[in-house]
């Protein structure tokens, strides 16, 4: 497989993209590893499942296991998301250059590799618990499911959101075997962040969705609304992470982390208005990016110094 073609298939997948879920999922896996062994610490709320953890850190395995699965998750949902909005892709002006709108990848490569990529998830689940490889082919009927949703219903934008949102439950139950109740918490938190800045960028889209008769957010409501739901979305998310923070007991470092995403996402929505949409770019790739980064790195830190 040559260079280019590598290239084109990393850009059919929007690998860039990863690093939005990636950095959530590994909270959740480091959350599991120091207070897996309690899932009743501190909040009152009960596990759904009885915990095998240990406290201390996810080992490199683990961590490795998890990354497998996150990238064939990903994949999978990202190939199968292009197969099924093929037509769209042709005719959208933003998404007509895509790999298989122009034929650089035929769709049957594309039916194989998410079949890889959904097999290489189901090997990463087996690797980490029999919980995991239970819940694979759930976690793959909603990622798939996605790809229609915009079809249907305006609010598209957030079972995306919980396609991402799902990875640091996801992570808890493969350090934990388990679920607790509080990382609902966090899926609830990443699946408005995500589905907050959906909105933002579907903003591009309106003329398109409303020519071929799609749903969204923006299409709806129109532009101004639409940003004045995501940032709604968004303040909710502080809220919830907030909730997480004092459910786990976390110190000051946890909170500074906040403060931070939610300055992150303040900048964010100030470079875009209802009359100018020029810097949606930035506000979507490079903000987000931060976000999740930091959003680890400052929980990270928190756990590293709390108390047992």
């Not at 082919?137 to 079809?151: D, G, I, M, N, Q």
């Not at 749903?215 to 940032?231: C, Y």
Request: charged letters at 10%; glycine letters at 6%; one cysteine or more.
């Amino acid at each position: 497989m040559t260079a280019t073609r590598i290239r084109t298939i990393l850009e059919m997948i929007k690998f860039e993209h990863s690093v939005f879920a990636l950095p959530f999922a590994l909270t959740g896996a480091i959350l599991a590893a120091h207070y897996g062994i309690n899932p009743l610490h501190g909040a009152g709320l009960p596990a759904i499942a009885g915990s095998q953890a240990k406290a201390g850190w996810p080992s490199w395995r683990q961590i490795a296991w998890i990354v497998v699965a996150m990238v064939g998750a990903r994949s999978a949902a990202m190939t199968m998301n292009r197969i099924i909005d093929l037509r769209y892709d042709r005719e959208n002006p933003r998404t007509r250059t895509r790999a298989l709108a122009t034929g650089a990848l035929t769709v049957g490569f594309a039916w194989v590799f998410t079949a890889a990529a959904a097999t290489v998830l189901a090997i990463a689940a087996w690797q980490l618990n029999p919980l995991a490889l239970e819940l694979t082919p759930v976690a793959l009927a909603v990622l798939f499911f996605y790809s229609y949703t915009k079809r249907f219903t305006s609010w598209s934008h957030l079972v995306l959101g919980f396609c991402l949102g799902m990875s640091p439950a996801a992570a808890w139950i493969a350090i934990a075997g388990s679920l607790d109740a509080r990382m609902l918490i966090l899926c609830a938190a990443v699946t408005l962040w995500v589905g907050g800045f959906d909105v933002l960028y579907a903003c591009q889209d309106i003329e398109y969705d409303r020519t071929v008769e799609l749903f969204s957010v923006p299409k709806r409501f129109g532009v101004a609304r639409a940003l004045t739901i995501a940032r709604s979305m968004h303040v909710v998310m502080i809220a919830l992470l907030c909730w997480l923070a004092w459910s786990f007991h976390l110190p000051w470092l946890a909170w500074t982390g906040i403060a931070v995403v939610a300055g992150l996402l303040a900048y964010e929505h100030s470079l875009v208005s209802p009359t100018d949409l020029s810097r949606m770019n930035a506000a979507f790739f490079t903000v987000n990016g931060y976000i999740s980064l930091l959003f680890l790195l400052f929980w990270g830190a928190a756990v590293a110094v709390a108390r047992p």
